[in-house]
């Protein structure tokens, strides 16, 4: 068969996702903070959108009391049908003009703005820029780099010394731990020393390369900075920085940490104690000193851009009932602006191409309002199944915490399981419990010998509390919790999973948490 070229017609068909239902999919996912960007971004660009004031919402529902016969255009937004919008299909009723008079001097000329664009002499453009008010943002305070930093400038060190330092520092990780080793910081600031030679057409044979004595030198100068255990090269040297700071050398503790530092990770007490001459109970106590030093010193200075939570949704015990709110008073309310509805419906000003862009904006604007309700309207569906399916937990506490799926969830509120994952993904929920992360209501769960299930996140917090009170002397092992677990709340459950369960919640083993 001889190669070569063809063409051919096929009929077929594909699924497209229309853009505005992936628009619509991103707004479900937003969580609170994120979709009041989005929305004020989206007041720049559409100018068919504006802020619905409280003040003018009020006045129109006074107008209403008093026999208007119109009706104000962005009350009926919110119920409008969901389908693309036509400037033809507008009606020609007159709006009402603004209650408040203007001056010729302060009226702005919309009808040229919407034709000629912002960019016209009688545009908003400049207006807007001159006005244009900036949102308070958080700002990180002084993180370690700038903490050393600080504390250098203070030591009597020469511009030598000081470059050094700044090496040092520049390699010291967020939580103190210098992270390369003396030769590495000395290769990189020779090197630096070897570049800006060659750019100075200097001869590299006689450079002030620097040595190991001296990097040795501003360890130790490093090492003497607060806080105490900064620029250790691991744990072991972090300790005993830090017992040296607390003036605590040649004690019991120290020893344990220069001589037998991984017997006291394995928490054999009673070899310690025989190889050292004191007894377990001795050098149990000095163990227990050592806890409390910190085994990442950096992070009690190092401050990372500060994250606050905003609760999508509030849940609150009226009356012996919960209800449950949407938290989204501080949302930009829009509506569409009635000037545009206004000028838009003069058809005849407006050729092909501009009556196409004023439909695509009208289109957009419409269908985010709707979007929004749609939004809100979809959290609160999945947040009432969630309390009523949760009540005993809010009654009485998590180890009350029914296992939850989204498969659950979307099957009787009548939604896809993806888009309930989108509504509940970093959302928050304001409780009498607390504030929780939606996905903190959805869990596996086990069977008990009754029948029922019980959550997995429940059963964590039933082996902590079991953890908590147990005997220090006889501390309960794995198969111990199994028995407990499966005699009084009647809960099957391997001995695996409880070591598993145990791990997750940072939970020793029961030879690692015996005291002596």
Known sequence: MRPGLNQSIRLGQELKINPRLYQAMDMLYMPLLDLQQHLKQ???????????EDEEEELSESQDEEGDDHESDTESDADADSGDLDIDTLGEEPIAEDVVEKT?????????????????????????????????VTVSTTNLDDHLRDQLQMLDLGPRQM???????????DDGYLSATLDDILLGINASIEQAAEAAGRDSDDLPFYTMPEAEAMLDVIQRLDPPGIGA????????????????????????????????????WSDVAKRTGVTPLEVQQAADVLSRLSPKPGTAVSSGQNNYVMPDLIVEKVSGEYLVFTNDGNLPRLRLSKIYQDIA?????????????????LNSAQW??????????????????????????????????KPLTLREVADVIGMHESTVSRVTNEKYAQTPRG???LKYFFSSGLATVDGEDVSARGIKATIEKLVADEDPKDPLTDQAIVEILEKTDGIKIARRTVAKYRDQLHVLSARMRKRV
Not at 109 to 117: A, S
Request: charge should be negative.
């Open 368 to 401: 985010l309002i709707q979007a929004i309700e749609q939004r809100r309207q979809t959290m609160l569906k999945v947040m009432h199944f969630i309390v009523d399916r949760q009540r005993e937990f809010f009654e009485k506490g998590v180890q009350f915490l």
């Open 435 to 437: 504030v929780l992360p």
């Open 42 to 52: 989206e007041l720049l660009v559409n100018p068919f959108l504006e802020l619905s």
């Open 233 to 268: 090269r691991d744990l072991r040297e972090c300790l005993l920085l830090q017992l040296r700071e607390k003036e605590m050398s040649g004690s019991l503790a120290e020893r344990l940490v220069r001589d037998f530092f991984d017997e006291l990770v394995a928490h054999r």
């Open 163 to 173: 470059a050094l330092a700044e090496e040092f520092v520049g390699n010291i990780g």
């Open 104 to 136: 010729p001097d302060d009226e702005v000329d919309w009808e040229e703005i919407l034709l000629e664009g912002f960019d016209s002499p009688g545009g908003m453009r400049e207006e807007h820029e001159q006005s244009e008010q900036y949102e308070a």
């Open 345 to 361: 419906r003069d058809k005849k000003k407006f050729d092909a191409e501009n009556k196409e862009f004023i439909s695509n904006k």
